[in-house]
C-alpha cells in the first residue's frame, strides 16, 4: 500500500535526529581543539576534511542511536530524500565559502560554519517544529557576530560556539522525542487532552 506523503512526513518526524547532530558535535569539537593546539593551516585542513566527513560519520553513529540509516529493510521515505538534497545544497555553497577563503582564509569557520547549517531550516519546515530555525538563526546570528569581535580566535570561537549549539540543539530535539512519547502514550492510555 502506497503512503501519503503526509504520512511519510509524520514517519520522518517521528525519528529521533541524534545521529547526525552527534556528529556535528564531534566534528567541531575536534575543529576547535585543533584551532587550539595546531598552527591555522592544520585548521583549515580539520575544516574541511572534518565537515566533509560529518554524514559519514553520523551513518556510522546511526547505529547505535537506534536510527540506522542503512537499514535498507525500512520502506523508502521521500523526506529521507529531501532531506539528502538539503545536504547536497549544503555542499554545493562551498562554492561560496572557497572564493571568501581564497581572499581571507579566516573567513573559513565563519563560512562553512553557516553554511552547513541551512540544512535545518528545510528540517524543521519537514517535522513541524522549530529546532531547525532556532538552529539555523542562532548559529548564523552568533557566528558572524564571533567572526567580527573576536578576530583573532576565529579557529577556536566560532567552533566552539556551534559546539554549544548542538548540545543544545540534541536536548532539545530528545526533549521533543520524550514529549512525543509521553503524548502518543497519554493517547494510547486515554489520559491525553484533545
Known amino acids: 500500500m502506497k503512503r501519503t506523503l503526509e504520512e511519510q512526513r509524520i514517519e520522518f518526524s517521528n525519528q529521533k535526529f541524534l545521529a547526525t547532530p552527534l556528529a556535528g558535535l564531534i566534528v567541531w569539537t575536534i575543529i576547535g581543539f585543533a ?7 592544520i585548521a583549515v585542513w580539520t575544516i574541511f576534511i572534518g565537515t566533509g566527513s560529518i554524514v559519514y560519520l553520523g551513518l556510522f553513529l546511526s547505529k547505535f542511536t537506534g536510527e540506522n540509516f542503512l537499514d535498507k529493510s525500512k520502506p523508502k521515505n521521500e523526506f529521507d530524500n529531501l532531506f539528502l538534497f538539503t545536504a ?16 581571507d582564509y579566516t573567513s573559513l569557520p565563519m563560512t562553512v560554519g ?11 519546515w519537514i517535522i513541524k517544529h522549530w529546532v531547525g530555525i532556532f538552529h539555523a538563526l542562532t548559529r548564523t546570528i552568533v557566528l558572524v557576530a564571533l567572526w567580527y569581535l573576536l578576530p583573532e580566535y576565529r579557529f577556536i570561537a566560532i567552533p566552539f560556539a556551534i559546539v554549544l549549539l548542538y548540545i543544545v540543539t540534541l536536548f532539545i530535539l530528545k526533549t521533543r522525542t520524550r514529549n512525543k512519547f509521553k503524548n502518543n502514550t497519554s493517547a494510547i492510555n486515554g489520559t491525553g487532552t484533545s
Open 114 to 124: 553557516i553554511l552547513t547549517g541551512l540544512m535545518w531550516l528545510p528540517f524543521s
Open 88 to 103: 547536497g545544497q549544503a555542499i554545493l555553497v562551498y562554492s561560496i565559502a572557497i572564493p571568501f577563503f581564497l581572499l
Open 35 to 41: 584551532g587550539i593546539f595546531f598552527s591555522d593551516f
